[in-house]
């Protein structure tokens, strides 16, 4: 059992939509016969370790299921809960793959779409807060172009942000103990998505008036595939309080999106990722995920990933359960290289320490700065002198990784 540098045990969970998908794509058929409502797959993920899971309203029924289908698909996803103690701990709303949704969700300049999509959302919401789950994740997969006079960008995002707004409005005044985390994505399915990275999501939250509960899930496929480092987002995210939730899985850099095991793509980053997750920051400015960021969270370790479309059923049980081995082996290295002490004197020659410290002194104005300190008062040459030891560090972290 995997826990973070505080004793506190990992907990994993799993998107409905990962171990039941078909394995087709836009170049192939499908390659799996499973049903995509199929729920004993729950009981699969709770037999391999599994603690939660999370799902979309159409993973469970169809959009166009009548309120009877609908109440008999959520009283045996209950049942399944009671007889397994499997927790609904997130959950989403799929806006992307009905052909209403070809020009968006919350920025369709359709408003007979946006307000379908509005209403679609909120009685997930609704379900979501039935069955106990305290995230609601949106991804806007439609919500993009691919050609740039193709919309009022300004009322685009004008349009997105008063979507958010009026869910986490909603959220609040039912009372639920639910945060919003919006998932980034530079593109795919559209040519262009909004919010395509975590700085782009942190800025329209920003804007919000209900800005409080919403945060960020994400990715690391979505970040990788734009070239940007998924660690170094987490980190941002953390530290603007915005870490709501997080979806894990491999990616090999900037392809489409792979979607591969956790670790199986970058591991290298997934290492440093799982470091940071279980172990926070060196300094102890940011703390292990779960605890409070400013966001609640319980933290769980959440996969999103699909199995390969090579697999059969028994190929898709393996790769789920190779999702949390492979974390709970970097798990172990990561806390093998945090206390070895010789990690601990690089950190001090790399200047780790120095970093937390204030760049202006206790109590001293950047007036004061400017009137008593000069440029000419440093010592140039013996700051370009400084060995900080980064090369030797990051072996010190593969020797671990990999020794």
């Known amino acids: 059992m995997a826990t973070d540098i505080n004793g506190n045990e990992i907990k994993y969970s799993f998107g409905l939509w990962t171990v039941n998908w078909e394995a087709g794509d836009p170049f192939g058929n499908q390659t799996r016969a499973f ?26 029924f169809p959009d166009d299921a009548t309120d009877e289908e609908r109440n008999a698909a959520i009283d045996a996803l209950k049942k399944v809960i009671n007889e397994t103690g499997i927790v609904c701990e997130m959950v989403t709303t799929n806006t992307f793959s009905g052909n209403q949704f070809k020009d968006g969700a919350f920025t369709s300049s359709n408003r007979d779409v946006r307000r379908y999509g509005l209403r679609k959302v909120l009685r997930q919401v609704d379900l979501g807060a039935e069955l106990g789950a305290t995230t609601f994740v949106m991804w806007g997969g439609r919500e993009g172009v691919e050609y740039d006079n193709s919309k009022d960008l300004y009322d685009a995002h004008a349009r997105y942000a008063e979507g958010i707004d009026t869910v986490a409005s909603y959220i609040k005044q039912k009372g639920y103990d639910m945060r919003i985390g919006l998932e980034p994505k530079p ?42 480092n998924y660690t170094h987002g987490l980190a941002l995210a953390m530290y603007c309080g915005k870490l709501a939730h997080i979806d894990l899985n491999g990616q090999h850099g900037p392809k489409y999106d792979q979607d591969m095991v956790f670790g199986h793509g970058d591991m290298l980053q997934a290492f440093f990722t799982v470091d940071l997750l279980d172990n926070g ?114 072996q010190q972290a593969l020797r671990h990784l990999i020794g």
């Open 281 to 394: 920051s060196p300094n102890g400015g940011i703390k292990p995920y779960g605890g409070d960021n400013g966001i609640k969270t319980a933290g769980y370790r959440h996969f999103d990933y699909k199995p390969s479309r090579t697999e059969t059923e028994a190929g898709v049980w393996d790769s789920a359960r190779a999702n949390i081995e492979m974390y709970e082996l970097l798990s172990k290295k990561a806390k093998e290289y945090r206390n070895d002490p010789k990690t601990q004197e690089l950190f001090k020659r790399a200047h780790m320490a120095e970093l937390a410290e204030p760049t202006l002194a206790p109590g001293e104005s950047v007036l004061d700065f400017v009137k008593n300190v000069q440029v000419s008062d440093f010592d140039t040459k013996a700051m370009a002198d400084v060995d900080f030891g980064l090369v030797e560090l990051h």
């Open 35 to 60: 049903m995509a409502r199929d729920l004993d797959s729950l009981r699969k993920l709770k037999d391999i370790g599994a603690d939660a899971f999370t799902f979309h309203d159409a993973d469970l």
């Open 187 to 228: 593109n795919e399915p559209r040519g262009d998505i909004f919010l395509p990275s975590i700085g782009h999501a942190i800025a329209l939250i920003n804007t919000l008036d209900n800005g409080d509960i919403v945060g960020l899930n994400p990715e690391t496929g979505h970040e990788q595939m734009a070239c940007l």
